[in-house]
DNA sequence: TCCTAAGCGAGACGGTACGTCTTGTCTTCCA
DNA sequence: TGGAAGACAAGACGTACCGTCTCGCTTAGGA
């Protein structure tokens, strides 16, 4: 019926995701400037031929898989922000903080430039999205003073160079401590800028 | 007698100068990954021998005139922060805003990371260098209660994102309102973070 | 009983044949080194897979099928050699230069090297060999004053020649013209040698 | 002066000297189709890259040398066919077979095909235009009965086969005996259509 | 009539050579 | 002496073709 297509496409699956862990190590260690198609292939167990059989370059590896990778790190960090930053509690920032360390590894990868720009972008992007959603969510319809894409990627700047410095000096304070000091920092701005009133707008020249 | 050194020294300043405006004007066109040594040399209307007479490769004749630039940069900056961000007013603010929209080219270029990591990363911790300095400053010696290298990271963060989000959607704001706007978000939180005593440490298990 | 074994050896034939068919039509337009393997199937209406379930690689396919080409051109040829060479009339000659007409495009392709040199080379020694049997039997055991081999190169050499400059040159004269001169030039020469006796010999330090 | 190009030149014209002897040296000891671009640069000492710099392919190679190439056997050759075939002795015959003797590892690889076809043909080519040259001073203006073309063809049809049979042989016999039995087998025939008149044409319908 | 073994199509895969491209080194000459 | 010109080695790239393999489909014979 349908099981020969679906072994085949099995295999091929299997392929690509073996040249796709290939990578992920491989950016874990060096620069993904500096990583060889042939080292891929080398450390997947493959020919390099087959690579090219499946993706044009390294680039189209990594942008081929690299929505999944944000699809699940999205889906692990989408629910941290229902209330994390607005809320009285620190509970959603530590969590937070807690999935940046247990995956600190691929995050500080990212977030150091080591995965290229192209990985550093797309994160940033990817995150400032899902803060914008959130924001939306929290307004209920309603309408922000300050247009939501602004305050999204303040927040975005904010929270991902607070992980980044978290990690690249090997997590110096706990995620409870960091998820309170975010918040601390934050969480003041955020409220006095929902209360802008139109008044405010005039003397600013907008 | 010593005229013709001169000569020759300045002769081999200009052919390197002519090097890197040749980099820095294909950075504005492309990424700089994808630029060619032989490019740059066919702009600077050199040989391409003679690039290897003054750099080891494209990174270091990038390493090697970026302090320069960045000093450029950071004394245009320096003074904005000397009140800039605990100020009532916005004046400094403002400034930082003007500045990135007369060089916006160049900030939008290392911003959105088409100069590589290497000059992005050297942008956010020479910033961050310069908050921290200012921090310092501001403390007169005294302690603060959070560290200062995370609150200089955090900062650094909300303002570049806030200026990158700013140039690539080409300046839909005046920079008196980015300035106004930065402040609100960002003054609150410095104010209660720099307010904060001893007894808040106890509940985070720093 | 053995009509099982028939069937699929028939069935097994028509692929062959077909895939030597194609083989043949590829030679007759392009050089031998030049056809691909997909190709021959292509035009055979083959997987490429099934090329290889029955020859090594192209060369296989040729070396497996050329005898029997050959012993077809054999076949064909060699009844003209009964007089053709020694004759008083040209008739046979005549027959050989009509044949190599009527499938002037086979001999052409395989005499101007486009068959590449295993089948040239083929051709070649065939031809010799065919030569060398007629030139025994005309002997009728008697001995030959020079030793048959060299005489049968330089026959073979010398009409293949002939026929190939009359194919590539799209056979300007009629072959019976052909048979004629090629007579004129091998007749006489063959005869001074065949009556050469043993004082010539001691002459020229055999 | 000219001395600054002539030094490159000759750089450059050392290295293709060394990538061609290398290539002729392999096509010694195997098949041309089977010699990789690799195998040449490698025995010439030079990079891959650097056989590309001078040579679009291997069969570049060997065309942008192959005329020099006979240009040398040419000269070698051409003085023997003064007189040679039609002469009453052996002397140009026998110089021709110790030519063919002091450079046999060359005629033979040429001869039995390992340097490709497009070596073969062209040696034959050249070698059917020396003895069509000579045939035309022979003939000091006046006309041939049979066209000149056709007669070069069987003469070099002829003459390279017995120098194959004899190399391929290991030189069974003395140049001195090879020269005389092609001298009786040769000139005979010459003589006799040399004199053909244009009664005979009539009967063949030229 | 079914069933079973063979021929075959499809296509993934490892491998190898190709020809191209860019880099960094070097040498020779010129200004 | 600094720079231009350009040959060269090194080595990664993406492509092309090869020969091997596995997996099902088809089909023709024998049960």
């Known amino acids: 019926m349908m099981s020969e297509k679906k072994k085949t496409d099995r295999r091929v699956q299997r392929t690509r995701q073996m040249l796709f862990n290939a990578l992920m190590e491989l950016m874990m260690e060096k620069n993904y400037a ?12 493959l020919g390099r031929a087959t690579f090219y059989l499946h993706y044009r370059d390294k680039d189209d590896l990594l942008a081929s898989n690299i929505e999944a990778i944000f699809e699940q790190v999205a889906e692990r960090i989408r629910p941290l922000f229902k209330q994390a930053l607005l809320a009285e509690d620190t509970v959603q920032g530590r969590i937070l903080f807690e999935e940046a360390q247990q995956n600190s590894q691929l995050y500080r990868m990212i977030l150091s430039g080591q995965g290229g720009m192209v990985l550093y972008n797309r994160l940033q992007s990817r995150f400032a999205e899902l803060i914008a959603d959130m924001l939306e969510k929290l307004l209920l319809g309603g309408d922000s003073p300050v247009e939501i894409p602004l305050l999204a990627n303040y927040l975005s700047g904010a929270i991902l160079f607070l992980v980044k410095w978290w990690l690249e000096n090997d997590m110096p304070r706990s995620p409870d401590y960091m998820a309170a000091v975010m918040q601390h920092l934050i969480r003041p701005g955020m409220e006095r800028v929902m209360l802008l009133d139109l008044d405010w707008y005039e003397g600013v020249g907008r």
């Not at 500096?34 to 167990?45: G, K, M, W, Y």
Request: proline share 0%; net charge negative.
């Open 34 to 45: 500096d990583i060889l198609v042939s080292e891929i292939t080398e450390r997947a167990n």
